[in-house]
């Protein structure tokens, strides 16, 4: 047996190897910090301004899907900061949840408040009085811990943590959603017709991707497929569909499923004729309630033996 002659594991492990690039960008990649697995993804009416002002840090993670509130505003929960586009200007406002949560102490505004020392470097390096909005209060002292309030936003310290992070942003945005109900409603709003996610399913923009560049004979591809509707926006519950074409001409229909809150399907399927060698094409299709093609995409991989 001539030992370098290349046998089929060979080949299998070079062309794994080979792909293996390929495979990782084919994975659902995190957005703006935000974990691509999240219940809640980042709307997109928001990310320049999470994105310019520090992300994660600043603002945590969206704990909200965006929805329509009863004044039209355009609204997004975030665990520190809350955040909307206004129906009647369409500017970008940061809501004073400081502001709100200084009047749960009983406090009122003190005139000629300036930025406390613990807290300059964060305040300046994530947005300033662009998100935080002006100093409410001098450095305060609550539950044995220091605090400032400003007009969107609390910033607390805790001397628990490495020093570049004992400055951080108080979970405000977490408070005022489950305080006030809204944590009740907000879901069921954003589901609605004629809401963010589905209000213009008329024309909705499709991505899509399978796992597994190469596929080997009898295992099962899976296809991670993202709907936006015309503003960009998640378009939850639409029907995606997948249908495969192989090297000899004959297709396979393959139903996907339907979107979730975040305008997504992952789905997983098994080629029921695949040619050792050849590509197969993916055509992604989705429909609407009564079964018309409102987007499509495509996708490929590669059977293997």
């Not at 390096?125 to 811990?145: C, H, S, W």
């Not at 910033?155 to 405000?172: C, G, H, K, T």
């Not at 069921?188 to 499709?206: D, E, W, Y």
């Amino acid at each position: 047996m001539n030992p370098y002659r290349p046998t089929r594991w060979r080949q299998a492990w070079f062309w794994l190897l080979l792909l293996l690039p390929l495979a990782a960008c084919a994975q659902p990649a995190p957005t703006n910090g935000v974990p691509a697995d999240s219940p809640y993804m980042l709307s997109p009416h928001f990310e320049a301004i999470y994105e310019a002002h520090g992300g994660v840090r600043t603002f945590g993670y969206p704990i909200s899907q965006p929805y329509l509130d009863d004044n039209g505003n355009t609204v997004q929960y975030f665990q520190n900061l809350k955040l909307q586009i206004a129906a009647a200007s369409g500017a970008l406002e940061v809501e004073p949840l400081g502001q709100w949560a200084l009047a749960q102490t009983g406090l009122e505004p003190a005139a000629g408040a300036t930025v406390d020392p613990a807290f300059q470097a964060l305040y300046e390096q994530v947005g300033g009085e662009v998100v935080f909005g002006p100093a409410l209060t001098p450095l305060l002292v609550e539950a044995d811990r220091w605090v400032q309030y400003f007009e969107n936003a609390r910033l607390q310290w805790n001397p628990e943590e490495p020093p570049d992070l004992r400055a951080q942003v108080s979970p405000l945005g977490r408070e005022h959603f489950t305080q006030t109900g809204v944590a009740n409603r907000a879901d069921a709003l954003a589901g609605q017709p004629g809401l963010i996610g589905v209000r213009n399913p008329g024309s909705v923009a499709v991505s899509a991707s399978v796992t597994a560049p190469i596929l080997f004979g009898g295992e099962a591809q899976t296809v991670v497929v993202q709907v936006l509707d015309a503003e960009k926006l998640p378009a939850a519950g639409v029907t995606v569909t997948a249908l495969l074409t192989y090297q000899t001409g004959e297709t396979e229909s393959v139903q996907l499923g339907v979107t979730d809150r975040r305008g997504m399907v992952r789905a997983n399927f098994t080629p029921g004729i695949a040619t050792p060698g050849h590509m197969i094409d993916v055509q992604v299709g989705v429909l609407s309630p009564d079964g018309q093609m409102l987007g499509q995409t495509r996708t490929a991989f590669k059977a293997w033996w």
